[in-house]
């Protein structure tokens, strides 16, 4: 089974399936935002309501990161300082450029995606910046 969308939409685009014995059979997992619960991207509304916040998202979590009535897309058309980010690493140069605002990246995705964050985190410590924050919806994939 392959997790995340990013691996179905890589298997896709480099067809990998074909290159696969007929035995074999990729069936796609519920990814990323599907599996986080939905308190935690609950929670992240309490950060879209705050003025002196902006709050990072990677973009296939634009849309899809929604439960109940409220979206990132909702928040920022609500006027949330909402951005989307293509790199962790995008969050320091704002957080370095806007040091008036709290700069908050949602890390969401399995194991493959923690050790960026990780990286911002170790990065943050070594250039003290000290407005920026994960929130953490990170997921491990248990063992077989």
């Known amino acids: 089974m392959e997790v995340c969308g990013s691996h179905t939409a890589a298997i896709g685009r480099f067809g990998i399936r074909k290159l696969l014995p007929s035995r ?6 519920p ?4 599996v986080s619960p939905p308190f935690r991207t609950l ?10 916040i902006r709050f990072c998202h990677f973009r296939r979590y634009a849309a899809g990161a ?3 009535r409220a979206s990132l897309q909702k928040a920022r058309a609500a006027g ?4 989307v980010v293509l790199s962790a690493l995008d969050c320091i140069a704002m957080a370095e450029t806007c040091r008036s605002k709290e700069i908050i990246f949602m890390g969401i995705g ?3 995606t923690s050790p960026t964050v990780a990286a911002v ?14 929130f953490s919806v990170h997921k491990v994939i248990p063992p077989p």
């Open 24 to 29: 074999i059979r990729l069936i796609s997992g």
């Open 66 to 68: 929604r439960h109940g």
């Open 31 to 34: 990814g990323c935002r599907f």
């Open 80 to 83: 949330a300082d909402v951005r």
């Open 43 to 52: 929670t992240g509304r309490f950060f879209w309501r705050n003025k002196r």
């Open 110 to 112: 399995f194991e493959t």
């Open 121 to 134: 985190v170790k990065t943050c410590l070594k250039k003290k910046i000290h407005n920026l924050s994960v």
